[in-house]
Structure formats: structure tokens, C-alpha cells
């Protein structure tokens, strides 16, 4: 059975930076593209980051180019986002997707498989 568990969500001051890990199960994660959405109070889900299986292709949001980086670790099977200088703007509730697509467009109602979220909060 698929499963995608995220973590490393929490509270974050304007300027610092927080590692998501989003640890799958159930399928070879190498084959399915993979990627972050996150969805504001009030807003619509929207997508961060994906990351293609098919060629390694990366795909970022204009609001987070250069300060976020998707990454992933077959070996243990665990996909990551790692944020830096995070803004109030950031402040969301984070889920990791997955879907067999090799290529898949890098939007939310394109993916699968989805983790339970983990809340990201930047304030001062």
C-alpha cells in the first residue's frame, strides 16, 4: 500500500530555514514523479516543487525559485524540501504527492498519492 508521511513542519521565524521530509512506502519511489504542494488558510492548493522520474527535471514556483530545493534520497526512500528564508507569505500546510506518471505536470490535481500534510508557520 502507497504511503506518503511527511514531517519537519512547524514554527518559523522570517528569514530561517526548515527541512520537510516526506518518507514513502509501498512503491519504488525512482519511478514516480514526485512533488510539494501546500495550501494557505482561505487559498487554493498549490504547487512548490516537483520533481520529474523520467529525467531528474525540476520544477519550482515563482514565490519560492532560489530559496527552496526538492531533493530526494532513493536509498531511503524519502523525498525532501528544504526552504530557506522563509517569508510569512510560506505559512501553509505542506503534502507531498506522488504519481506513477514519470513526467507528470507539476499540478495538484495531476498527482495520486498524497501524504496527511505537515503545517509550516512564519511569523516574528
Known amino acids: 500500500q502507497e504511503q506518503l508521511v511527511e514531517s519537519g513542519g512547524g514554527l518559523a521565524r522570517p528569514g530561517d530555514s526548515l527541512r520537510l521530509s516526506c518518507a514513502t512506502s509501498g512503491f519504488a519511489m525512482d519511478y514516480y514523479s514526485i512533488g510539494w504542494f501546500r495550501q494557505a488558510p482561505g487559498k487554493e492548493r498549490e504547487a512548490v516543487s516537483c520533481l520529474r522520474a523520467s529525467d531528474g527535471g525540476t520544477y519550482y514556483a515563482d514565490s519560492v525559485k532560489g530559496r527552496f530545493t526538492i531533493s530526494k534520497d532513493s536509498a531511503k526512500s524519502t523525498v525532501y524540501l528544504e526552504m530557506t528564508s522563509l517569508k510569512p507569505e510560506d505559512t501553509a500546510v505542506y503534502y507531498c504527492?506522488?504519481?506513477?506518471?514519470?513526467?507528470?505536470?507539476?499540478?495538484?490535481?495531476?498527482?495520486?498519492?498524497w501524504g496527511q500534510g505537515t503545517p509550516v508557520t512564519v511569523s516574528a
Open positions: 504527492a506522488a504519481d506513477m506518471i514519470m513526467d507528470q505536470r507539476c499540478i495538484s490535481t495531476s498527482f495520486y498519492y
